[in-house]
């Protein structure tokens, strides 16, 4: 069934207007009585089409409930900036997974350095979208954000916010996942490097801020596949996979 979000809706008048009407009236060629799904803040709307005109779509409601694929933990990604394909993948997957929020961070060894203001007016809106479709394909009931570049030390002031925050680190001095203890825990920051990691002043300020540092084992994973496994983990742990 067709998914579409929206931020705020009214149940006694549903309708889905510009680029979303365009896509059920021209691309999908649907009609009145058949279903679309509306997703707003977790909640899943279960319509049928009423009619349609060329700008939009109205919709009576069928039913309501709470979105089966969302996590019941909130999980910030604060991922160091890869180069852009890597970055879109990296979205892409962990928006599958459950995550709830996507910040790239810049720090100290990253190879990809695009200037912010750059970054923010030519690549969010294409990051944000790829979140978007990602939570479509996967069922989502939230679209998760991809924030602006921050700084280390921003990212580390907004880690501050949130109940547990775990750092994958190579080093020596880390635990496991399972060792971390994720019980009654509702917001979750994993901290995820670039192609060359982190260096050790800036892992030794993320735990001296309150994060766990964590190991996936003895085997170096791509900056790609670290948040991919972490994410897994963490959803098994959590009882959300």
Partial sequence: MPRFFTNEIDENNIVLTGSDANHIGRSLRMRPGEEVTVCCNGTDYRCTIGSITADTVYLD??????????PDIEVTLFQA??????????????VELGVSRIVPVMTRRC?????SKDFERKKLP????IAEEAAKQSGRGIVPEVTDM??????????KELDRTVLLYEEEGGC?????GFDSVKTVGVFIGSEGGFDREEAEAAVK??????????RILRCETAPITALSILMFLTNNM
């Avoid at 900036?81 to 962990?94: A, F, G, N, R, T």
């Fill in 126 to 129: 294409r990051l944000n979208k």
């Fill in 150 to 159: 921050v700084s280390l030390g921003e990212a580390l002031d907004m880690m």
């Fill in 209 to 218: 801020t309150g994060a766990k540092q964590v190991w996936l084992g003895r």
């Fill in 176 to 180: 496991s996942f399972n060792e971390v």
């Fill in 61 to 70: 409601l069928a039913e309501k409930h709470r979105c089966a694929a969302e």
């Fill in 81 to 94: 900036v890869p180069k852009l394909d890597k970055l879109e993948y990296i979205i892409q997957k962990s």
């Fill in 111 to 115: 190879i990809s350095r695009p200037d």
